[in-house]
């Protein structure tokens, strides 16, 4: 356990242990467990309440009136899954797209499959969603192809092979940024690009040869993001990481943030409503703790979240934690 500090700035930090949900106040650390038997995921309301959220299969936009919602119909050679927006205020529903589900054989490549829905844009006009090819969860964890469709319908876009993490891509300045590129290993063939409507070409943000990409968060202000890098590396070990936090401009410009000591990865960036301060997690050995940035002021270790295993190098702390302070992811 660590040692609380008094930041009242930093505001509050919600985490797990096991399944009691605490609740750490920075200004007073009061650290209280306000709910046990929590499986599922948490946020703070912007009254600095805590959500417990219920499992749905819709995606929701940001203030919750819209929902995208995938039903299947037919079976056999008319078997096919179809993405509906639904308005919850006046309950009208619209199909917007439509996938067949009848395949003789599962891959290599781009075959039918169950649409797995992924997120909404910002402006709450396209929806973000991919195809497992017959639902295999092997072939999904080397990346699948991320596409995008009109909320209104109409025609698809192919954007890029990703490996679909939400932490992977941000809706930035009007804008999708992602992290994109097959395999598995979360340091390998990771770049980053940009694409926008309606055309969705996507394009390199950074040209930065020899660099792997990951995890972001976009700035409030959409003009630039901060994400994980590292030089490219083929080394699957769940540890072998050591990422750094760089601030990347829509413009292309970039800038280092974080030098991590040996051995240790800077992961999981979340910015604050006011933009001014970036919290991010320092791990080692999948042992993560909770630091904040400040122009150039590092203040920390604030938090422990304890051990979490990962995948072949890729974190997301914020699936078991939440700050007062952040801006929506």
């Not at 219920?54 to 993405?83: C, E, H, N, P, Y």
């Not at 390199?204 to 990409?213: I, S």
Request: hydrophobic residues 40%.
């Amino acid at each position: 356990m660590l040692a609380c500090a008094h930041h009242p700035e930093l505001g509050s930090f919600a985490y797990l242990r096991k399944s009691a949900l605490h609740v750490i106040d920075l200004a007073s650390c009061r650290d209280r467990v306000v709910r046990r038997g929590v499986h599922g995921a948490f946020e703070f309301t912007s009254g600095g309440r805590i959500r417990i959220q219920r499992f749905s299969a819709a995606v929701d936009t940001a203030d919750g009136r819209l929902a995208a919602s995938v039903r299947a119909t037919g079976k056999g050679k008319t078997a096919k899954q179809t993405i509906w927006v639904t308005d919850r205020r006046t309950g009208a529903s619209h199909p917007v797209l439509s996938e067949t589900q009848y395949y003789r054989r599962i891959g290599p490549g781009d075959t039918p499959g169950p649409i797995i829905l992924l997120r909404w844009s910002g402006d709450d006009r396209w929806i973000f969603f991919t195809v497992d090819p017959g639902g295999s969860g092997s072939i999904a964890a080397d990346g699948l192809i991320l596409r995008v469709v009109s909320a209104a319908g109409g025609p698809m876009h192919e954007i890029a092979w990703s490996l679909g993490s939400a932490d992977y891509m941000a809706w930035c300045g009007g804008k999708l940024v992602l992290t994109a590129g097959y395999d598995r290993v979360a340091v390998q063939h990771k770049r980053l690009l940009v694409a926008a409507p309606p055309a969705w070409r996507a394009h390199p943000l950074a040209r930065a040869p020899g660099r792997a990409w990951g995890s972001m968060a976009c700035a409030p202000d959409g003009r630039s993001v901060v994400v994980q890098s590292q030089p490219a590396s083929n080394d699957a070990s769940f540890f072998a990481t050591h990422w750094q936090l760089w601030r990347v401009g829509l413009d292309g410009s970039r800038r280092q943030l974080t030098s991590p000591p040996p051995h240790y990865a800077d992961e999981s960036p979340r910015f604050s409503r006011d933009g001014r301060t970036i919290v991010f997690v320092r791990s080692r050995h999948g042992r993560g703790q909770v630091y904040a940035l400040r122009g150039r002021r590092l203040t920390g270790p604030l938090l422990s979240l304890g051990y979490q295993l990962g995948f072949y190098g890729h974190q997301n702390w914020w699936t078991n934690a939440d700050w007062s302070l952040g801006a929506p992811r």
